[in-house]
């Protein structure tokens, strides 16, 4: 069958007019309306949790990172939330299976974790996140408008406390928050974690331990990955998320200035060893894997819809 599926940015080249358009339009108005605690932006991003940079790291037994190892493509998907005065929603991950070994004996989880075939964002998955989000809402009696690229995984769900708007097509390179350097920030802080973890194990192996990094990072789990996730999205500060939104032209009059360059904005430098360029290269690895699609009916009866829950 043929896929209406999302991939990750925008092959077409964005159309600036109508992000011009869509901005002067909308934006003081919504601001107005709902203000900056109120208005959220989520976006999905495909995650690779095993790859390794294709740069050398030689430690004291000669082990290391090396070089023109096959790019490991397990993955998820991550779906990002937030809102333009910094605060961040809970990430939600979603895998392949519905009860990993690894969360075996597991009671609390970082992240929110649902499954689907493909480990896409579906329609149900959506949903069901949606709803979960509104009825905590009816709860707190807040109101929230949700801005979402139009893909095909985001359905209209009637809601009672959000009210969803879709951009423009072909915009959101230019007006999605998200995409203006909150999820490459993210991906950044977890490039350089999963590098933390390979080199301690590497430092900390005993004699005889021949394990390659390769090797080590292939050990790294599903819930390995909503950890190093979890504690990534915590180093993104809610200044970074601001100036990003302000670079998508969501400002109020008090922010009306100069809105720092996005890819400078908590971004942690490149390690040693790697040239800002190679590490880049590192954290957009996964930029363009499909993140969802309309699932068949076949899907929407094996997919997941279970909820993890975390307490921490």
């Given at each position: 069958m043929e896929w209406l599926g999302k991939?990750?940015?925008?092959?077409?080249?964005?159309?600036?007019?109508?992000?011009?358009?869509?901005t002067e339009n909308n934006v003081a108005e919504l601001i107005e309306k709902?203000?900056?605690d109120n208005i959220y932006n989520a976006d999905e991003?495909?995650?690779?949790?095993?790859?390794?940079?294709?740069?050398?790291?030689?430690?004291?037994?000669?082990?290391?990172?090396?070089?023109?190892?096959?790019?490991?493509?397990?993955?998820?998907?991550?779906?990002?939330?937030?809102?333009?005065a910094g605060s961040k929603s809970r990430?939600?991950?979603?895998?392949?299976?519905?009860q990993p070994r690894c969360f075996k004996n597991v009671?609390?989880?970082?992240?929110?974790?649902?499954?689907?075939?493909?480990?896409?964002?579906t329609s149900q998955i959506w949903t069901n996140w949606l709803q979960n989000w509104d009825l905590q809402l009816c709860k707190e009696n807040k109101k929230n408008l949700l801005l979402v690229d139009n893909c095909s995984a985001h359905v209209d769900v009637p809601l009672k406390q959000i009210q969803m708007m879709f951009l423009p097509p072909n915009t959101t390179s230019?007006?999605?928050?998200?995409?203006?350097?909150?999820?490459?920030?993210?991906?950044?802080?977890?490039?350089?974690?999963?590098?933390?973890?390979?080199?301690?194990?590497?430092d900390d192996s005993v004699e005889g331990d021949t394990k390659t990094a390769n090797e080590i990072a292939k050990e790294i789990s599903v819930l390995d990955a909503m950890h190093i996730?979890?504690?990534?999205?915590?180093?993104?500060t809610a200044k970074c998320i601001q100036n990003c939104w302000g670079k998508a032209k969501f400002k109020t009059k008090v922010q009306d200035r100069a809105v720092e360059d996005a890819e400078n904005v908590d971004m942690p430098p490149a390690p040693a060893d790697m040239t800002e360029n190679d590490f880049l290269q590192w954290v957009d690895i996964d930029n363009d894997v499909e993140i969802a699609a309309e699932e068949t009916i076949d899907?929407?009866?094996?997919e997941s819809c279970c909820e993890v829950h975390s307490t921490i």
């Open positions: 991939v990750q940015g925008e092959s077409k080249e964005a159309d600036g007019k109508a992000a011009n358009a869509w709902y203000g900056p991003t495909g995650f690779y949790f095993r790859p390794l940079p294709d740069s050398t790291y030689v430690e004291k037994s000669k082990k290391r990172f090396e070089r023109g190892v096959k790019v490991a493509k397990d993955r998820v998907t991550v779906l990002v939330c937030n809102n333009m990430l939600l991950v979603i895998g392949k299976s519905k009671k609390t989880f970082p992240t929110e974790y649902r499954s689907s075939q493909n480990a896409w964002m230019l007006i999605q928050p998200c995409d203006m350097g909150i999820i490459r920030a993210l991906k950044a802080y977890a490039r350089h974690e999963i590098r933390c973890r390979i080199i301690e194990k590497i996730l979890a504690t990534s999205w915590a180093k993104v899907e929407r009866a094996q």
